[in-house]
């Protein structure tokens, strides 16, 4: 187990953005983490990440409450641009360099080149599909334990979407644990080995996507017009 | 730290850019008056130097607060929040580099007045009298021991404004963490930072109403204790901000 | 590839490798993609890949050589058994179907004559 979450609750104004939420995550699998906007799965993910502090409960990251260290090993990607205004394509991975151990300079630099994506180019000044296609980058060449990734498909085309699903097989081995929040249900379908279901905050099923489909011959998108 | 340091002082050099620009423009046009005689106009160019450097040292010191805040409001804050860093790294690095930037800001001014009257005297009575000048500055300041009444001086101010930048830090913070939930955190936050400056100054006062304070500290015109005063007040300011973000702050 | 999403993965790409043996798209003998290419190519996990394998393996589908990859079987017998059980699979499947519909038999057979005739 590499991540334990306990009773985890967050508040904003009055509304409950995560209500007592457990889960738990084993190392070197794919998970993903399905619910409406709004629905809490960015707190989460953001809880995990260290950026947002619960209110109650606790975050276990190879069972010791989750500390700032953890972060060298925790990659979050959100849905939103979050690099700097100044930054190029280059100040991104140098950034990314300085402060990150697990960052392979290199294979961002491929990534990028695979991208169509040039060093010289702006951050700020990319459209959203540039600009996830820069996230996804930056992310996944952080060779992290723990990768975490919020929307990765969405605002980019269908090549890129396909391209980006090749690059997270291909990076998921038994090593690295992968949390993927999506609304492409379609997409992640064949490759995700267990989905968490959340309604207002709340963790309302856990399903093991082949388990299922032998059990009772439903897919995931069967199960999430079921419950959602 | 250094590397936090480096991506904080990047964040604030738009400013330094427009501060050297617009000095070398100020020095250029004041040369220019020294050159043609125009005596108003070189005075005119000097006082609105010596007047927008201080608006520009006031400023840095609110820029850097403002640029904390923008590192707490919006997604630009995942950059920063989620290095593996602790807390007190983070936040130190952007009170270092905020005075840094105060020094930088504080040094370049400082050279543009040495050489505006190097340039005045030059212009009036030639390379002799500057070199004069010179040495007699040199003389006081090093043989008769002002350099420490000037040194005291100038820590105190950057001290005091360092207090002051602190306190900007510990509203923000407060902004974001305990003061979150209500709607007019920016207003607490700004009615906050004046409450805290008064706190400060009137505990000033009452450390400056005790005699032995106010007799022991006396070096020259300075008083040491105040310097020890801001500073205590600051690690205190600092302490808080730290803690505050370290059990509170989500981004 | 298509997927019927309410079977499991690993047997429907399982299927398909089988389907390729016989078509002689993967030869006796052939070194198979790494669970890393194979997750890329069917879109699957790397443990669905891994398990993939481990199934094939116990099944005498294909063999893994220590720290150098699986390859496929070379016994050929093994080729005519799979060439053999999936038509008979296909077999099954169509005339569950065809009884289904309520075909008999023989209904069955003249059916698929009258089909051939038409193709021509």
């Known amino acids: ?228 | 730290m250094g590397k936090l340091i480096k991506y904080e002082w990047r964040k604030q050099r738009t400013t330094r850019v427009v501060i050297l620009i617009s000095l070398l423009v100020g020095l250029l046009a004041f040369l220019w008056g020294m050159l043609f005689k125009n005596d108003v106009f070189a005075a005119m160019v000097l006082l609105v130097m010596f007047s927008v450097s201080l608006l520009v040292l006031l400023y840095t010191g609110i820029e850097s607060i403002l640029i904390f805040n923008r590192d707490l409001r919006t997604k630009q804050s995942y950059m920063l929040w989620m290095v593996p860093r602790s807390v007190w790294e983070i936040v130190g690095a952007k009170f270092i580099s905020a005075i840094l930037q105060m020094l930088f800001s504080f040094a370049v001014f400082f050279a543009a007045g040495c050489l505006c009257g190097g340039a005045l005297l030059y212009y009036s009575d030639g390379m002799k009298s500057v070199i004069e000048m010179a040495q007699i500055i040199v003389k006081n300041f090093f043989e008769e021991g002002n350099l420490i009444d000037i040194l005291w001086f100038v820590a105190t101010f950057v001290i005091a404004w360092i207090e002051v930048i602190m306190i900007g830090f510990l509203a923000v913070i407060l902004s974001r963490t305990v003061l979150l939930h209500s709607k007019f955190a920016g207003l607490f936050s700004l009615i906050l930072f004046f409450v805290i400056n008064w706190i400060v100054e009137r505990g000033y006062s009452l450390i400056h109403a005790i005699p032995l304070f106010k007799d022991a500290g006396n070096l020259g015109i300075w008083n040491i204790w105040d310097c020890v005063y801001y500073l205590l007040i600051s690690a205190i300011l600092f302490l808080a901000t730290g803690w505050l973000a370290d059990r509170k702050l989500s981004v | 590839m298509e997927y019927n999403t309410g079977m499991p993965i690993y047997l429907q790409v399982i299927h398909e490798l089988k389907k390729k043996m016989v078509k002689g798209e993967l030869k006796p003998g052939e070194k198979m993609p790494s669970n890393r290419d194979l997750a890329v190519l069917y879109k699957v996990n790397q443990n669905t890949a891994a398990r993939i394998y481990r199934e094939m393996e116990t099944r005498g589908y294909c063999f893994t050589k220590r720290g150098i990859g699986t390859f496929v079987s070379e016994e050929e017998e093994m080729f005519e058994d799979l060439k053999k059980e999936m038509a008979g699979e296909l077999l099954r499947n169509f005339i569950h179907e065809m009884e289904d519909l309520g075909y008999e038999k023989d209904d069955i057979i003249s059916q698929i004559e009258d089909y051939k005739e038409e193709q021509k």
């Open chain 1, 1 to 228: 187990m590499i991540l334990e979450c306990r009773n985890l609750t967050k508040t904003y104004r009055g509304k409950k953005a995560v209500a007592d939420l457990s889960l738990s995550l084993e190392n070197g699998k794919i998970y993903g983490l399905l619910g409406e906007n709004g629905s809490g799965k960015t707190t989460l993910m953001k809880m995990i990440a260290g950026l947002v502090k619960p209110a109650e409960g606790e975050i276990l990251y190879h069972g010791h409450p989750l500390e700032y260290r953890d972060k060298a090993h925790i990659a979050y990607m959100s849905t939103e641009p979050f690099y700097y205004d100044y930054m190029k394509v280059s100040d991104v991975g140098r950034y990314y360099e300085d402060f990150f151990e697990d960052f392979d300079r290199k294979y961002f630099q491929d990534l990028i080149g695979k991208f169509g994506l040039e060093e010289g180019m702006k951050a700020k000044d990319m459209s959203t599909g540039m600009s996830a296609k820069l996230k996804i980058a930056a992310t996944l060449a952080r060779k992290s334990e723990l990768c975490m990734l919020d929307e990765p498909l969405n605002g980019v085309d269908y090549k890129a979407r396909e391209e980006i699903i090749a690059l997270i097989l291909e990076e998921a081995d038994d090593k690295r644990t992968f949390l993927l929040s999506t609304h492409l249900i379609d997409e992640i379908e064949s490759f995700v080995e267990k989905a968490f279901f959340i309604k207002s905050g709340e963790l309302i099923k856990g399903m093991d996507l082949e388990a299922e489909r032998m059990a009772s011959g439903r897919s995931l998108t069967d199960v999430y017009m079921d419950i959602m």
